[in-house]
């Protein structure tokens, strides 16, 4: 097929086979930076915007659910602009949006203002995942494809847990200090984020400025990826769970300090920061939907194990129970995590990318969107319907993960397979 494509004059190019040195080392120091910010904003969310605006939780906490709602409808737009002027460049505007919106929160004097600004933030939020992998796709191809995913997830996990301790370190200033800081900070790292991403040279033979036949109906139409989106949906209430849910089920449920319950979750963050590019080498030797169905059968293990502690364990002997299924957690984290992420990537087609990862992007999103709701519910349902309901959710994403192995082709499901010549 004759390429069409039309290349910029402004950017420097390369060819699209493994991504160059510079390349990978600005993609991954953007990466780093964008997790910071994420590491100082996430765990702050509330406190740093009632610091900033004066508003009352409820309505603070009613906007974001308002923005972050309203947010989704975005994806789609987001899916098409990736398609069309490729990763790139739409991470540079996405994150570009996060820093004015981070800037802007502390003249945020209204309530009207605040959701204005809480919807640019949570826009750009949403939409960096698909552009920064779209991103990873346009620079490379295969075992080089993968391993800068992984080092991806890595940093993010490390930038994470180091900007929730500069988070912390914030919260000591008096006043409202320390929010303006932390609000000055985000948009400082976000910026900076954009500009490394803006140095990365433009890539020859990616999807820019390509005609894209199909749009959301091939999407739509595409049965085996949107098995992978709903396996994802399924299994990213784990992940969720661990911020948002095992916490208060540690601590109340099984009487463990806060502080431990906190360190445990602390080890865990180091552990998948340092051991995941490891992982991913290891992970894989095996075709990536079975790896990744072992790692959210782990998944279910760690979470009906959790539900026998509250029965099993009580007092010291509690720790010791709760490190053991903590490390098996992390370990069906380490399993699935890289394959089901090259899933996503690599069973998108290169001129419909954008469309394909907003789609799966959505998984994430809308779990992430209704996760309080049902976790807070089967808290308050009883000690052991949180770990088991998991498990059920987590079990049915691995079985999913299974049957879309049958109609997925050879070079998405195997690593080292090429693409079949058309």
């Given at each position: 097929m004759e390429d069409t494509r039309v290349h910029e004059a402004a950017a420097p190019t390369v060819h699209r086979t493994d991504a160059p040195s510079p390349?990978?080392?600005?993609?991954?120091?953007?990466?780093?930076?964008?997790?910071?910010?994420?590491?100082?904003?996430?765990?702050?969310?509330?406190?740093?915007?009632?610091?900033?605006?004066?508003?009352?939780?409820?309505?603070?906490?009613?906007?974001?659910?308002?923005?972050?709602?309203?947010?989704?409808?975005?994806?789609?737009?987001?899916?098409?602009?990736?398609?069309?002027?490729?990763?790139?460049?739409?991470?540079?505007?996405?994150?570009?949006?996060?820093?004015?919106?981070?800037?802007?929160?502390?003249?945020?004097?209204?309530?009207?203002?605040?959701?204005?600004?809480?919807?640019?933030?949570?826009?750009?939020?949403?939409?960096s995942s698909p552009s920064q992998q779209s991103l990873i796709g346009d620079l490379a191809q295969g075992a080089e494809r993968d391993r800068l995913l992984a080092w991806d997830r890595s940093l993010r996990n490390a930038g994470m847990g180091c900007g929730s301790l500069a988070a912390a370190g914030m919260l000591a200033w008096n006043g409202t200090t320390g929010f303006i800081v932390a609000a000055e900070v985000l948009a400082a790292v976000f910026a900076v984020a954009a500009v490394l991403v803006a140095r990365i040279p433009q890539v020859r033979g990616t999807t820019e400025h390509r005609e894209t036949h199909g749009g959301y109906r091939q999407?739509?139409?595409?049965?085996?990826?949107?098995?992978?989106?709903?396996?994802?949906?399924?299994?990213?209430?784990?992940?969720?769970?661990?911020?948002?849910?095992?916490?208060?089920?540690?601590?109340?449920?099984?009487?463990?300090?806060?502080?431990?319950?906190?360190?445990?979750?602390?080890?865990?963050?180091?552990?998948?920061?340092?051991?995941?590019?490891?992982?991913?080498?290891?992970?894989?030797?095996?075709?990536?939907?079975?790896?990744?169905?072992?790692?959210?059968?782990?998944?279910?293990?760690?979470?009906?194990?959790?539900?026998?502690?509250?029965?099993?364990?009580?007092?010291a002997d509690a720790l010791v129970a709760v490190l053991a299924v903590a490390a098996l957690y992390t370990a069906g984290e380490l399993v699935h995590s890289a394959p089901a992420q090259s899933l996503s990537v690599q069973a998108a087609p290169d001129h419909l990318r954008g469309r394909y990862l907003s789609v799966h992007q959505l998984s994430w999103s809308v779990c992430r969107t209704v996760a309080p709701m049902l976790l807070g519910f089967l808290l308050d349902t009883g000690p052991w319907h949180l770990g088991a309901v998991l498990a059920a959710l987590v079990l049915t994403g691995a079985a999913i993960l299974l049957c879309a192995e049958r109609s997925l082709p050879a070079h998405t499901n195997i690593p080292g397979a090429r693409t079949s010549p058309i």
């Open positions: 390349a990978r080392r600005r993609l991954i120091a953007s990466s780093l930076a964008t997790s910071l910010g994420d590491g100082i904003y996430v765990p702050l969310t509330m406190l740093f915007i009632h610091g900033l605006t004066g508003l009352s939780l409820t309505s603070i906490g009613t906007g974001l659910t308002i923005a972050g709602l309203s947010a989704l409808a975005f994806m789609p737009a987001a899916g098409i602009l990736i398609d069309r002027f490729g990763g790139r460049r739409v991470l540079i505007g996405v994150l570009a949006l996060r820093a004015i919106g981070f800037a802007a929160y502390p003249f945020a004097d209204s309530y009207p203002a605040f959701l204005t600004i809480a919807l640019v933030v949570a826009v750009g939020m949403w939409a999407v739509l139409a595409d049965r085996p990826y949107l098995l992978l989106t709903t396996a994802n949906f399924l299994i990213a209430f784990g992940y969720t769970a661990q911020a948002m849910a095992l916490p208060v089920f540690l601590t109340r449920d099984v009487a463990l300090p806060d502080a431990l319950a906190g360190a445990v979750f602390a080890v865990n963050t180091v552990l998948v920061a340092a051991l995941g590019v490891p992982a991913a080498r290891l992970t894989a030797r095996g075709r990536r939907t079975r790896t990744a169905a072992l790692g959210a059968l782990t998944f279910a293990l760690s979470f009906a194990a959790f539900a026998a502690l509250p029965r099993l364990v009580h007092g």
